[in-house]
């Protein structure tokens, strides 16, 4: 077992050195007897960097199908037929009320995703801002919003009305880009993240895994994404949902999951890390191992477009593990 290796990699996160791009990619060779290793490392770093506070955000789809973007892992896209639900804007009221929900077990960042490549529409602009004011007003949550390829003019009212946060999703490396989608690009994504930016919005970018792309391209991901200072990282492991392109992928490893989630504390130890979509099918009964692989927060409640797991039966695993929920808004972001 090379204990040796994993530990010099360890010393080097914990004390600031970092991990080089070669040593990351030496990760694909780790057998499950040292990644598990790897992982106790790993999780002295999470403990290290972020704590025992696993954070909670939770999402609503609040405008969901017809979008023509053609991401091949998305049932949103109007390209492909699938089950997934159609529905405009949803109005005020039902955004605030699904913000309560998150708010009553136990989420500190509530996000309102809509699907299509943008929202410009000043109709959605005003009942968004809206929803956005009354939130700020009515829970303690911090609010996100996931709206597409924005520009910084949009942005702007946003934040005015309450916006803290944006999330947006690189999907995957540049490298492995354009076999997921071809109406639009890798680098209209990096400006979507560079105009929140420049607008002074925290941002939210991670991507999926599991979606063909070779260890490296993970990699590649990796330090692109770190390279952008971003405030927190979404994980997602394909689910591959009927209809779209990717229906009939396998779903991850459980411990190539996990091995993906160890790269990513690596490189950014400081990083809020997200488990979010695929959590249920590619753990199944093993949700505890991801902390320590480095992950410290997960998404609450219901995805995008199915259902997540009881937001009860996360809270007892939380704190089976030991582990803190955060439920205050306050100092929980740096
Ligand atoms: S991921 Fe977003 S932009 Fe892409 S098809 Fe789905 S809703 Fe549209």
Do not use: W
């Not at 405008?63 to 159609?86: H, I, L, N, V, Y």
């Amino acid at each position: 077992m090379r204990t040796a290796f994993i530990d010099t990699l360890i010393d080097n996160v914990l004390s600031g050195k970092g991990i080089t791009r070669k040593d990351a990619l030496e990760l694909e060779s780790l057998t499950r007897e040292e990644l598990d290793y790897l992982f106790e490392g790993t999780n002295r770093i999470r403990d290290h960097f972020k704590g025992n506070a696993v954070k909670i955000c939770s999402i609503v789809n609040a405008k969901s199908g017809r979008c023509p973007e053609d991401c091949g892992f998305c049932a949103q896209s109007s390209k492909f037929e699938t089950e997934s639900p159609e529905y405009g804007l949803m109005d005020v009221d039902q955004i605030v009320a699904n913000a309560k929900k998150a708010e009553a077990f136990g989420s500190n960042e509530f996000s309102i995703v809509v699907s299509g490549t943008a929202m410009t529409d000043p109709k959605e602009m005003a009942t968004l801002k809206e929803a956005l004011r009354r939130i700020k007003a009515e829970t303690r949550l911090e609010t996100c919003c996931s709206l597409g390829l924005m520009s910084k003019e949009h942005l702007q009212e946003l934040k005015d009305a309450g916006l803290d946060r944006v999330h947006h999703n690189l999907e995957t490396a540049r490298s492995h880009f354009e076999n997921i989608v071809s109406t639009h690009t890798y680098e209209d994504e990096v400006t979507a993240v560079r105009n929140a930016q420049e607008v002074g919005l925290p941002v939210c970018v991670g991507g999926i895994f599991g979606m063909g792309e070779t260890f490296a391209q993970r990699v590649e991901l990796a330090f692109d994404i770190e390279g952008l200072k971003t405030q927190s990282f979404p994980i997602n492991f394909l689910k591959p949902l009927e209809g779209t392109a990717m229906e009939g992928m396998e779903v991850l490893d459980e411990y190539d999951a996990l091995r993906t989630i160890a790269l990513l504390r690596l490189v950014m130890p400081e990083m809020d890390l997200f488990v979010c979509g695929g959590r249920e099918e590619v753990f199944t009964n093993h949700q505890e191992k991801l902390f320590a692989a480095g992950a410290n927060g997960i998404l609450g409640g219901d995805y995008l477009t199915t259902k997540g797991q009881d937001p009860k039966r996360d809270m007892e695993m939380i704190e089976r593990l030991g582990l803190q929920p955060v439920l205050e808004t306050e100092g929980a972001r740096p």
